[in-house]
């Protein structure tokens, strides 16, 4: 069984009143027929947030793998309910906390991003050459650009994904 992690509050939290294995079930069934219509975020929340407990004794007591729990949970990894469940297993908002310590830690990161030689280096170079050649960059550009530094640096650059896209795609979930 696994242990609860320091900043885990809600570890393994019992069903909610009036809910067994049986009706979470059936709920995540429904879940998965409502991931596929659209314009249905508050339904989908609604029903993420009342299947946690459910969802939490499986990542406890089963430990799937990441495909299946992504065919069993196929909503949770939007990036709206990412922060949801974040928020429900911790108590804390994710991306408010990620962008302040982003923020806070964004000196020893370009010093950091300057060491880098190589193809990589040259990436991220042209990377902060947006932040050098705009000094009046919004907040979310300069996020942005340090975010891609981050992904050039650890390898794992994907065009489509950007704080921007992330913030875009949150913004439209939330207004639905």
Known sequence: MKKPKRAEINDLPPHPPGE????????RLELIGASKRKDNVKDINY?????????????????????????RWPTLLEPFQVNEEFRRCTGVALEPTFMAQLDRYTPKLLELFSTKGGAVGSRIKNLLMVLIQDPDASVVKKRDARIRCLMESWGSVDESSSLTSVGQQRQKSMRT
Request: no cysteine; net charge negative; aromatic share 10%.
């Open 20 to 27: 067994s294995d049986d009706t979470l079930e059936s709920l």
């Open 47 to 71: 029903m993420m947030a009342r299947t946690y407990s459910w969802r939490r004794m499986e990542v406890v007591a089963q430990s799937p793998g990441v495909a299946e729990f992504k065919e």
